[in-house]
């Protein structure tokens, strides 16, 4: 019984110094990284004024975080403009529209059904896209997928090899499918034919 006591106090004393240790790793925070020895040398103008200086510091930074996400949406909504106007304005031969389906990715050593994905592409422009798994919404693979007149190209990651769709100019036309694989990440059936923009419809 004695040594149960002990035990208990022992563990208990073990708790408490863990608990002390980790309550001093999460100690006060002062402005500008001050150590605690230091702060409390400090007067309370210093004091003061390190706090102005740690504000005006929090303020530069959260504008420079606010310029950048601006510049990004602003990056984002001038692609989207400039797509937007290549897919109105294409000419004949020069847009195609995809769809990948059915599709797979390959995920923790098994080939798993994706959801379908669309493209609608521009000779000589490279649009981003996304392909999402069917049953684990977390998992996806990011990509570029570019189109150059005969042939679409869809490069999963960071990998090398692209799933490559060659036809000619009528298959296009006529609308053609092919069995499409990239870099042992994704593989499927794609089907593509050549779309027209606003000044160039069909008859």
Known sequence: MKRARASARLASASGLVVLVATLAGCGPHYPLDIPEAQWARMTPAEQTAARMKQAELDRARA????????AREA???ARAAELAHALANAG???????????????????WRPAEP??????????????LQAREHRHRRIDGKATFDGMEVSLCP??????ARFLATS???????????????RLRGRMHCELAYGNRHRFP
């Not at 975080?65 to 601006?70: G, L, Y």
Request: hydrophobic share 35%; proline share 3%; aromatic share 6%.
């Open 63 to 70: 504008e420079a975080r606010r310029q950048e996400a601006a």
């Open 75 to 77: 990056e984002v909504a």
């Open 92 to 110: 004949p031969g020069e847009r195609v529209q995809c769809i990948l389906q059915p599709v797979e990715m390959r995920y923790g050593g098994k």
């Open 117 to 130: 994905l669309g493209l609608d592409l521009v000779a000589g422009m490279t649009i981003g896209f996304e």
């Open 157 to 162: 990651g960071y990998g090398s090899d692209c």
């Open 170 to 184: 009528g298959e296009f036309r006529r609308g053609v499918s092919r069995r499409v694989a990239a870099d042992d």
